[in-house]
Every structure is written in C-alpha cells, then in structure tokens.
DNA sequence: TTGCGTGCAAAGGTTTTGCATGGCA
DNA sequence: TGCCATGCAAAACCTTTGCACGCAA
C-alpha cells in the first residue's frame, strides 16, 4: 500500500484531529503550513486520493462549495451504524449514532429495492444550533 | 424575477423534458444547441443560478462528477414526501413514494434535534437493475 | 538500489466576471 | 426607453499530469 513519509504521516495527523469536521484538500494544506509543516498541494491531493481509493477516507461533495470535502471514515469505528447529518447552515456534520438507520435501509430494501449506502449517505438539514437563528440570513 | 427570454424559456422546458435526469450546465448547452437551439455557456450557467435562488431547480454535487447536476425541483408536485434515492452504478435517480420518510424525519427531529430537508436529502446506494451486475466493475 | 513519493510548473476542466450589445416589458 | 439578458473573451478556481529529484524500504 505504498511508502509512509512525514507528508502523509502529517495529513492522517490532520485528519485525525480533525475528525469532526470536514475538511477541503486546499484547507489541509494551509492547515499544515501554518503549522510550519511544508508540503505540496499535489501531495495533499494524492495523498487524500490513495486515502479516498483505500476508504479511509469518505468525500463529499457539498451544494454552495466547488471542492470536495474529506473526512476520516472511521472517526468512531461504527459509522455504519449511524447517520450522517449535515447542517446547511452552520456546517457542521453530526454523526447521530441510533439504530433507526438499521430500519431505514431495511425498508428501503424490502419496499422500493434499493441498498442504502450509509457511508456515502448525508442527510441535509438544520442543526438544533441553528435552528433559532435561521431567520438571520437573507 | 426578470425577463422570460428565448433561451430562458428553452433551458426550463429542456429541464422539463428531462425532468427525470440529473443535467450537468453543459449537458444543457450541448443538447440545446444540438437542437438548434443557439444559446452560451454562461447564459446556461446564469439562468441555472437563477433557477437555484428561486428553488425552481435542484442542485447536486456528486462525487466522482467535478460538476454541477441540476434538476427540476418539483417533477411530480409532491417532494415534501418522497425519498430521493441515487443509484451510483448507473446514476438514476428514483423518487420513492412513501411516508416512510415521515417517520424518519419525526424520528431524527425528536431524538437528535434536527431537521432533515428532504429536498436536498439524497440517499445513496444501489438500485435494482445494478443489484446482479455490480461486480462487473473493477 | 529500486521504485514510490514529492513538488514545481503547466495543463485541463468547470464556473464566474467584465463589458459591449441585444431584446423584453 | 430603461433595464435586464446575452455571449464573447478572459479570469478565477479546483484538480490533475509531466517530469526531475528525493527518500523509504
């Protein structure tokens, strides 16, 4: 699965920290840098691309931003059991660990035949923080 | 909300005709102009942008797609209760009639404090037709 | 030593912007 | 007539690729 160097030592290192946010290939590098650690934006886009190949990583791609997003896969080690709940407003990504997804893919399956991704799934809609200052924009 | 143009009226009802497909901008400029139908890139591209702000069209990011899809956002008057459900083999996008979806939402706003936007909310997975031909990717 | 990883520069693809012109109301 | 819409060209982004060099195993 290739060679480990401090670039991609630093990137998982990253990631890690940052398990519960997602984070665009430009936002590590900047990331990194800031912290004095140098590397190459082609690095970083490598390096999260044998990360996504190897699903250690999942990527998003979010309305409203051009780049993609990545996060670890596994930042508690039981995501398939869990929803992924994406707020439009503030950004934040909640990960809802509950077994009703469990009875949402088996309805799915039985009803309209079709297997839920559950990785790849993100639900979309308004975090309970939100909610009070929705009226705030426009 | 400006002016009804040729090419206004030409990109909502080449929206309507493919009411059940995601079209990328240039998807549209290609089969507009394919018809005969002269028009630019960036008249598609700010009539899309229009069509967004008024919620007329939806807008998808998928991943593995650099681009932009976008889709009529009502094709049958009644998302408020529908899955939307995305196949990744293939790429079709099935609407799933059912209350099913009522219960998710009550669910996640009672016991996570969330509300799902059903409209934007899309459901990965695999559907039928690509359920006995999955391995022959790779 | 071998061959993958790195990073610069450049290319490729998508989307946005500036500006002069055209067309709707 | 006034103002929005159009479309070309160019810019702005994000991401990928080519290539020479460096470093892990």
Request: charge should be neutral.
């Amino acid at each position: 699965m290739g060679y480990t160097t401090k670039q991609s030592r630093e990137i998982l290192n990253c990631l890690e920290k940052n398990k519960n946010r997602h984070l665009t290939a430009d936002e590590i590098y900047n990331i990194l840098n800031s912290e004095g650690i140098s590397i190459g934006r082609t690095t970083v886009y490598r390096q999260l691309e044998k990360l996504y190949d190897n699903t250690v990583v999942r990527r998003f791609k979010l309305d409203g931003n051009t780049s993609a997003c990545y996060q670890l896969a596994q930042p508690c080690g039981e995501c398939h059991s869990h929803y992924h709940l994406k707020c439009t407003v503030c950004g934040k990504l909640v990960h809802a660990q509950c077994d009703f997804l469990n009875e949402l893919s088996q309805h799915i399956f039985k009803d309209h035949n079709f297997i839920v991704d559950g990785e790849k799934t993100v639900l979309y809609g308004i975090c309970e923080n939100c909610l009070g200052k929705e009226r705030h924009d426009d």
